[in-house]
């Protein structure tokens, strides 16, 4: 629904923001109709030594009206790596050649590297805290970023599409 694109748009913009991984501020405050959205921010991952492609979080919000979904948010460009990311445009056909033998459709290169390393390293961990959402009342998963972190959502995507 839009009001949830607009919740994903709302959260793109906060990860910008968040200074410290392990102390996230505060999802500033948003009001539907008058009605206060509430936010549980579960986990915001930056750590490119252990393979984070770049700083994601997931986060719950509860839209009055509406119910509780769980969004797993990538920020866009800002640092160094993320550039080096930018500049890798070559088109990936891998992904769709091997699930429906299409070579014209193809993944931006760097994205979809991105997501396989995430993969390897923490899908275990974001399966839990998605796993952890629905049993808390989350009823949609929506993945999200802006710039960037729009080519990492949809390689995202991608990757649970092809699991």
Known sequence: ELIEDFVAAWLSEWIY???????PCPVPSLSVGGDAVTFLVHQVCEDPLHC??????TVTATIPGHGS???LVFKGSTFLADFVVNA???PDYVPFHQAFQD??????????HAMAQLKVHQWMDLMGQFRN????????LIVCGHSLGGQYALAFMLQ???E
């Open 133 to 140: 959402a629905i049993r808390q009342g989350a009823s949609h």
């Open 17 to 23: 923001w968040v200074r410290n991984a392990s102390s």
């Open 103 to 112: 070579a014209t459709t193809f993944v931006h290169h760097g994205a979809h």
């Open 160 to 162: 649970v599409f092809l």
């Open 52 to 57: 984070s492609p770049a700083r994601l979080a």
């Open 69 to 71: 979904s769980v969004y």
């Open 88 to 90: 890798s445009v070559s």
